[in-house]
């Protein structure tokens, strides 16, 4: 990277994401800002230097004049990031980075505005401040006017406006400069404030750290390692576009699964499998507000299908059209691309999405803390999905790994219709029908006897990916977690002793044993490592999955955040990032794996 454009290192995961569940900005270590897409989490990105680092890049970087070292954190129980940077001499300044979101009139205040905030922590520290902007994926370079007080960067109808109260003339210019003061940077719609820029930075920044703190005080917490899940807590949570309800997988596109890979895809959408994971995750810890939000987005996706084919993914405003296609222009992360936008899997037929969205609205029938439980209406709905399940159970799929040259009748798949049967049922029961219980569990009964019998693989010990198959994969895992058999049975336990030796490195665990369409995958898939967590401590192997865990929290970045991927040998980060399925592993196995409160109080 050059030095012009601020970076000393290569591109790296370690990054930290500010967000209000309306868009979302990652910041490197030295409080650079190389990832903004606006006005949403799929949009154009304002700030893409995490995949062209280069002239064209766009970011925004408090660059420190004989810069020597930084320290990162989050305000404690906030989504506030602040970073710490130091000179050669021991000056230093701190930035503060905050995307507002807090109660006003009524109501959620979650403006497209990102506040930066920078004050002296000692000396005369010299920075230059590099506000590059770019539109239309760094294709275009925007023009530029001014203010007295603010910054306006346009190109065709996309024009972002800066406020400050930093000197203009050496924004504009990049000229360092001796901060001598508190400065303040408000990026938002082109509108003029309100109130004064600090007042406003300054009430913004408390309001937004006060919503947190109330926001994770009614967290229902495990005794132990709170501090990590409060931190997946808060990232699941930035991952909710609260417009609609979507949540999507990751933040980022065309991170590679490993180096030079070539398995590089768009994550900035709602996988209907993803996000079920991300609401039980957050409903195990009392958080049923995001399952309020996402019922709402797929209701509509259910009830648009008419009973028919489902995607596996949409996009956050229920776009059903997701055409991959390839920037060129841009040479990715780490020179590593293609960088892809769009994505094809949105053409895929997946089986195990009907089973996912009847465990999203599980819960809607249950629980008595919900505004608008679910009732007869919703449930006709989901029945529809319910027959599709039914009907494509035993048919061939891509599953939910996505292969795209290959279609088998997925264990996985199966799985999953079996659990919008077994749900069903369980919903006609609190609904008071004993019909449609007998009708729905005399579907689930069906399917789970073919599971039983077609997926295990005497020859390997364990229950195979596919019906008829030999190949392993880590999916079966999910045989427990969705309560189809128990832990104990002889068939599971063996599967988990078969896993480990086919697809571990060590703690861990691949998706898959089998070539796909890039070869066989390199890196360990970090919800697998989690879902081989899980099994461990269902079987009574509590000990090896702590043991496991403990690896995994190490896995982390340094604000502890989790991408898709780890490396088995070199322990990097690799793939989309932050990844949903990664921070909903880590709360998933702290809840199972903690001591119980009643231990200590």
């Not at 997925?410 to 029961?429: E, F, G």
């Amino acid at each position: 990277m050059s030095n012009d454009a601020g970076f000393a290192t290569p591109n790296t995961l370690q990054l930290g994401m500010i967000g209000n569940c309306a868009y979302s900005a990652l910041v490197d270590p030295q409080s650079r800002i190389v990832w903004c897409c606006l006005p949403r989490f799929d949009g154009d990105p304002v700030f893409n230097a995490l995949l062209d680092p280069g002239e064209n890049g766009g970011l925004w970087a408090f660059e420190l004049e004989d810069y020597e070292r930084s320290e990162q954190f989050y305000e404690p129980n906030t989504a506030v990031l602040r970073t710490r940077m130091f000179d050669r001499r021991g000056h230093g300044i701190e930035v503060t980075d905050l995307a507002p979101r807090f109660w006003s009139r009524g109501r959620t205040f979650r403006p497209l505005t990102l506040i930066r905030r920078v004050r002296v922590l000692s000396g005369s520290p010299r920075m230059r401040v590099l506000l590059r902007p770019r539109f239309d994926w760094g294709r275009a370079k925007p023009m530029i006017t001014q203010g007295s007080t603010h910054i306006r960067y346009f190109s065709g109808n996309s024009v972002v406006r800066v406020n400050t109260d930093a000197p203009i003339s050496y924004v504009l210019a990049e000229t360092p400069f001796v901060v001598d003061r508190p400065m303040n940077f408000i990026l938002g719609p082109d509108e003029t404030l309100a109130s004064g820029i600090e007042d406003t930075a300054r009430l913004f920044e408390q309001e937004t750290i006060s919503y947190w703190r109330q926001w994770t005080r009614a967290l229902a917490l495990p005794l132990e390692w709170q501090e990590a899940v409060i931190r997946a807590a808060i990232t699941l949570k930035l991952s909710l576009y609260e417009d609609t309800g979507a949540i999507v997988a990751a933040m980022t596109t065309s991170i590679p699964e490993a180096p030079g890979s070539g398995r590089n895809w768009d994550y900035r959408y709602c996988w209907l499998r993803d996000a079920f994971f991300v609401v039980r995750a957050l409903n195990s810890i009392s958080e049923v507000a995001t399952m309020e939000e996402y019922l709402r987005w797929l209701m509509n996706v259910v009830i648009r299908s008419g009973g028919g084919h489902i995607q596996p993914l949409y996009g956050i405003g229920q776009e059903e059209k997701l055409p991959e296609h390839i920037m060129d222009h841009l040479p990715g992360y780490r020179g590593m691309g293609p960088v892809r936008v769009g994505n094809q899997a949105q053409e895929h037929f997946q089986h195990d999405v009907y089973g996912n969205i009847l465990l999203a609205a599980a819960q809607a029938f249950h629980d008595h803390r919900l505004f608008k439980r679910a009732g007869r209406a919703e449930f006709e709905h989901l029945e529809a999905v319910g027959e599709q399940a039914f009907r494509v159970y035993d048919t061939p799929d891509a599953g939910m790994w996505e292969l795209r040259t290959r279609a088998r009748i997925h264990t996985s798949s199966a799985l999953m219709s079996w659990v919008a049967c077994d749900r069903l049922a369980k919903m006609a029961a609190t609904l008071g029908l004993p019909q449609r219980i007998r009708f729905w569990r005399e579907r689930a009964d069906t399917i789970r006897a073919r599971i039983l019998q077609e997926s295990w693989n005497e020859e390997r010990q364990a229950f195979a990916e596919s019906f008829g198959g030999r190949d392993l994969d880590a999916s079966a895992l999910l045989m427990a977690e969705v309560n189809m058999i128990d832990p104990n049975d002889a068939r599971f336990i063996a599967t988990v002793d078969a896993l480990e030796k086919s697809l571990c490195d060590g703690p861990y665990m691949r998706r898959y044993e089998a070539a796909d369409d890039f070869g066989k995958p390199e890196t360990a898939f970090n919800i697998c490592t989690f879902w081989r967590i899980d099994a461990l401590a269902r079987i009574g192997r509590k000990a090896q999955a702590r043991e496991i865990f403990e690896v995994m929290l190490k896995s982390r970045n340094h604000l502890g955040l989790l991408s898709e991927d780890t490396h088995p040998v070199t322990g990097e980060m690799w793939g989309n990032f932050p990844q949903t399925y990664s921070m909903v592993g880590l709360i998933n196995a702290a809840v199972r794996l903690s001591a119980p409160w009643d231990s200590v109080i």
